[in-house]
């Protein structure tokens, strides 16, 4: 749909967004007056502690979620109203955070990397193009008939992933999506993101606790804090010259090993 | 739930409430001409039926005034607290009726004490299999067995044991908590069964997820991993419990009437038998309002027990189903060839036939006796499973069809399922008797308009739960449109659960039936309808037990028939576990091993070991 004509480069903004939620004694503000651009073609990092908000900002991004103020456009436009959406949906993807539990339990693989082909109504061998997704994520032979509880934990991410890529989206958005992974598996995810990015151009939003993951992947990262954006930059300038009490305590929790 | 979730829960439930208060209102009218008659023979006994006198007596009812003036008198007094008075007695109608209330109350509470001792009976070994690693439903045949006792036939069964041959408790009246324990017993018993056996049901599904697995690894207690399966599971089920706890009313009427005891039940089948339209009125609004006290408070246990999880998608997923034990057939293979053999053998025999001596008692010729005029019981009671389980199997299917469809209309359904609940089906059956007179198709109408609540309620809690799944919540993502996740993806996963629940009432309804026949409500005789039967023989079930044993055995082997089908069915189109193909190895990375073992084989080691 949106992939024949070649249009300006996708982009996804977070325009002066607030997001609170009651609980029966409290009001929290997940997100407060935040500003974020996700452009085609760039990498941005979302860095931040646990309960930060970042997970709220995620959904406020991808409409599942209305903010309470402000607004977020997709290209230009208001995200609202089903056709927006749809196409919104299309071109910005998602890995969620804990990918075992985001694959349905009673469905083969293929046929959830086939749904969004379908509900997409895109052209093409749809075999073929599910197996080009799965050999993109290094899943190469025997997944299609498996179903979640058949998978590793790494196996699931990687599906989790080929669903989100088997769209050809122009821009994604990783939600922790190395945060369960071993370290081999964590550094294969990280490249094939990178290389995503690199060879394809796709833009990324990498959401994490892990400012060393950050800092592989990312040109540019937000610090957030307690629903805020409390320091922004390029992230080798936030990695060594942390200016924030946030940003200084994430880059000190990073383990480092003995000289 | 949304803000919107609420609104749409109450307005549906405003909505539903109006609707059955305006057919409650309407009734004097709908039910046509005939109280005239009634209230002729009631009240002017010497009088003659001539037109003239009926037109009076229309005129004194009102009922001359068209159904808008009829239902605004009714509502306007309604409002003031006027129930109006008795077509039968002339006196008011509201004092009898809350005294009869407060009666029933105190019965449901005895029965409710026992339902649930019963419930926990039944819990327990699926509770235990659990803790020690081996998740499992059990084939509930104890817990079938009991869903199918009929009220009626329980309360005549303990009444002729207990009360005339043992002479332990007193058999009429209401006069001690003596006198309870009876009925509480008859009443409760059938309850506990159902709730038991859903109950467990979740508690198994509960184990197979898998932060079971990571309490047991933690070290916590194994009291306190069953806390928390309790919790966990009851948040599915609270609602189910308090619709089996506002049946208990509708059950209460057959053992009210059997034990003589002076509650709401015996008083609206007597109005309905006596067509006082406003007394019937009063009862069924004061039901109404029951109902909607232990829907409302229903809602509130169960937003409670889920807390916060339920609203923002954090609910744990059930590992893959269990895979059936490799005995599963033999129960169903038992009870559907002894129910098989009953009716082949009946059917070759005549069922009409008044050839054998009145009650003669069981003999080689005449395996199950004869009734009270002579007929054989056997030839009755199997030509009768043509009529009770084929009509029990369609309203079944009926109920199943409308309570997924209401049930998917997630909050908009609340209304109409606390309304219909409100009215079990004796309680309905009375209201079409009122209107349209006994007869086979009323009775299954009757039935059908109540039945689907439960399993609607049921979709509706199994909708929310699913909705909240994280793979569930991350396909509008994918471009599925909401009403394909509806159908496409929180359908299937719950239509299991819903088709064994519907399973699991075949019984129940088709002694809805039976016991609208046993009350005169449903098919007249000489039909030979297991309810029917039933009815016919419980006034000689002292001299003649065997007019009660035939049908009733029929009954309870049904019923265990189709649970235990319905407890093989969750794993009908699963492999087990151990037949699953072997995993590829992976010879790129160095990854932990693919976990594909089912979570039942992982917590199996880990609790076992414990």
Redesign the interface.
Known sequence: MSVGAEPEATSLRGIDLSRTFR?RSRVVAAVEDVDIAVLEGESLGLVGPSGSGKSTLLSLL?G?ERPDRGEVLFNGAPLVGRQQL?EA??AV??I?Q?P???????RTVEHQLR??LR??GIEGDHKSLVQDALEQV?LV??YLGR?????????AQRVAMA?ALV?RPRILLADEAVSGL?L??RN?VLDLLKQLHARDGLGLLFISHDLTAIHQLCQRALVFDHGRVVEEGPTSELFYRPAHPTTQELVDAIPLLPA | MSGRGWAAALISRVAAFAAVVVLIGSLPWLSGNSPEYTILRARYADREATPEVLAQIRGELGLDRGPIAVFADWASGVFTGDFGTSWISGRPVLPGMLEALGVSLTLMGAALTVALCMAALLCLPVLRAGLAGRPSRGSGAAAAALTALPEFLLAAVLLVIVAVWLNWLPPYGWRGIEYAILPALALGLPGGGLIGRLVATAVAGVFTERWVHTWAVAGHSRARIALAVLHRAMSGVVGQVALVVVGLTGGAVAVEEVFAVPGLGRALLGAAASQDIPTLQAGVLLLLLLAAVCGGAAALIRRSLLG?AGRSGHL?????PLSPRRTWWLVPAISGGALLALIVAGLMRDPYGSVYGRLQSPSWALPLGADASGRDVLARVGHGAVDTLGLALAVTAACLVIGLIIGLTGAWSTGPVEVTNAAPPIIAGILVVAISGPSAAGAAVAVTAVSWAPLAAHTAALVAEISA?????????????RA?ILVG?VL??LLPEVTRHALLRLPGIALALAALGFLGLGPQPPAPEWGLLLAEGIGYVERAPWTVLGPACALVLASVLAVSLSSADGGRNLRPASD??A??AEP?????????T??AGQHSEALAGR
């Open positions: 609980s991808l599942t749809r949906r299309q993807q998602f969620p804990d075992a539990s985001s694959l349905d339990p009673r749904e969004p509900r997409f290094g032979t025997g179903r979640a509880h058949e998978l590793s934990g790494g196996q669903r769209t071993d081999p598996l294969q | 916060p744990p997923v059930p590992g893959p799944r994280p793979y569930v919540r991350s396909l509008p993502q994918l471009g599925v449109s394909r993806t299937p996963a699953l193909p995993p590829d790129d990375d160095g990854q932990k091993p693919p976990r594909v089912d979570g």
